[in-house]
C-alpha cells in the first residue's frame, strides 16, 4: 500500500514537474520574451519623440540655418560658381599672405548638392597658415576644409609647406526642395 502511494506521490510530482516545464516554455518564456521587445519598441519610442520634442523646439532656428545655407551656396551657373570660389581664393590668399603652388579643382555631384573639391599646396609660415584657415572658414562661401598636412620647408621649421583638401558646397533643385 505504501509503495502505491509512492507512485500516486511521484506520479503527481512528475505530472506537476512536467506541467511547470511546459507551463514555461510554452507560457512564461515567450511571454517574457514579448515583454522585453515590448519595453525595447517603448524605449524607442520614446527616444524619437523625445528627438521629434526638440526639433520641433530647434525648427525656427534649423530653418533659418537651411535658409542662410541656401542663399549662400554656389551659384546654379558652373561657371559662376567657379568664378566665385577662385574670387575667395584670391581673397584669402591675399588676406593671410600665402602663396598656393597647386590648386586643383574637381566637381563631385552627389544626391541633392554638388561639391567643388580642392586640393591644393601652399608655402609659408605658421602664422599666415592660421590666418588661411580663419579666412576659409569665416568666408561666407559653404566652405569645408577635410584634410590637413603641414610640412616643415627647412631645418628651423621657419618655412612650411601646406597640402590642403577643401571643398564648396552647391545644393541642387532636388535639395533645396527636399527630395
Same mark, same amino acid.
Given at each position: 500500500m505504501e509503495n502505491k502511494r509512492r507512485e500516486q506521490v511521484l506520479k503527481i510530482a512528475v505530472g506537476v514537474v512536467v506541467g511547470l516545464f511546459v507551463l514555461d516554455r510554452m507560457v512564461l518564456t515567450p511571454a517574457a520574451? $514579448?515583454?522585453?521587445?515590448?519595453? =525595447?519598441?517603448?524605449?524607442?519610442?520614446?527616444?524619437d519623440v523625445t528627438r521629434g520634442r526638440q526639433l520641433l523646439e530647434r525648427e525656427q532656428s534649423l530653418r533659418g540655418?537651411?535658409? =542662410?545655407?541656401?542663399?549662400?551656396?554656389?551659384?546654379?551657373?558652373?561657371?559662376?560658381? =567657379?568664378?566665385?570660389?577662385?574670387?575667395a581664393i584670391t581673397r584669402w590668399t591675399r588676406d593671410s599672405r600665402v602663396s598656393f603652388t597647386n590648386l586643383a579643382p574637381d566637381w563631385r555631384e552627389h544626391d541633392g548638392y554638388d561639391t567643388l573639391e580642392f586640393r591644393a599646396s601652399a608655402n609659408?609660415?605658421? $602664422?599666415?597658415f592660421g590666418r588661411l584657415l580663419y579666412e576659409i572658414?569665416?568666408?561666407?562661401?559653404?566652405?569645408?576644409?577635410?584634410?590637413? =598636412?603641414?610640412? $616643415?620647408?627647412d631645418a628651423k621649421g621657419q618655412q612650411l609647406g601646406l597640402t590642403l583638401k577643401f571643398s564648396f558646397v552647391r545644393i541642387s533643385e532636388n535639395g533645396r526642395n527636399g527630395r
Open positions: 520574451g $514579448a515583454w522585453k521587445a515590448q519595453g =525595447e519598441r517603448l524605449a524607442t519610442l520614446r527616444r540655418r537651411w535658409n =542662410e545655407m541656401q542663399r549662400t551656396d554656389l551659384a546654379d551657373d558652373l561657371s559662376a560658381a =567657379e568664378d566665385d570660389v577662385y574670387k609659408g609660415d605658421q $602664422a599666415s572658414e569665416t568666408d561666407p562661401l559653404p566652405a569645408h576644409v577635410s584634410v590637413l =598636412e603641414i610640412s $616643415a620647408r
